[in-house]
């Protein structure tokens, strides 16, 4: 799939943070892309300095995209802010990106469908206070609440006896293929994998 034509994409991951929902949106979307792995200080639990000559922040996940043709790239950091990117340009035709605008409203104000409004509010809820959103169906902003959960898993007072649909909710997200693939790549790469806040 990859050719000359396409962007170069690549993830700069880091263990033990939100960097995973990206390589997961990437596995979903079949979006060709590489990986740089880098690890925490294993006592300070920080993200290394390395991290800083890819983006000013020096956090993870930092996604940069190198057009065709350019030796330049677009550097992209925060988790809704890349998945937004990622989505605008590989996921139009998934079932990731509800339906924007309802049938001859494209374009005008109010004409939003109630599945898109509630996709851009769960969208960036995720990385505020969390609320679950119960659905089966997978979209992008499941993806983006996932970390939380997943590696809050079994802590924080969270486990199947007391919280029965959060942790069938969770146990869901971690058996869908796209994130079942991300995992595996990392352990491919880097040896191991472990969610954890």
């Known amino acids: 799939m990859a050719s000359a034509e396409q962007p170069k994409v690549k993830l700069y991951w880091l263990e033990k943070s939100r960097s995973q929902r990206i ?37 993870s996940p930092v996604l940069s995209v190198t057009p065709s043709g350019s030796s330049e790239a677009v550097v992209i950091a925060e988790s809704a802010n890349i998945i937004e990117y990622v989505l605008e340009h590989w996921g139009k035709e998934t079932t990731l990106l509800p339906q924007r605008y309802k049938e001859g409203q494209e374009g005008k104000v109010g004409g939003e469908t109630e599945e898109w409004l509630r996709y851009r509010y769960f969208m960036h809820y995720a ?36 919280h029965p649909n959060l942790w069938a909710y969770t146990t869901r997200l971690e058996k869908e293929t796209g994130y079942e693939k991300a995992v595996q790549k990392i352990i491919e790469i880097d040896g191991k994998f472990e969610a954890s806040i």
């Open 127 to 162: 990385e505020g206070s969390l609320m679950i959103l119960m659905v089966l169906k997978i979209i992008a902003n499941n993806i983006l609440m996932s970390f939380p959960l997943i590696a809050g898993k079994g802590r924080a007072g969270m486990s199947e006896e007391k």
């Open 23 to 59: 390589l997961w949106l990437l596995e979903e979307l079949n979006v060709p892309y590489e990986v740089e792995v880098f690890h925490r200080d294993p006592v300070t639990s920080l993200a290394p300095p390395e991290l800083k000559k890819v983006h000013a922040l020096g956090k």
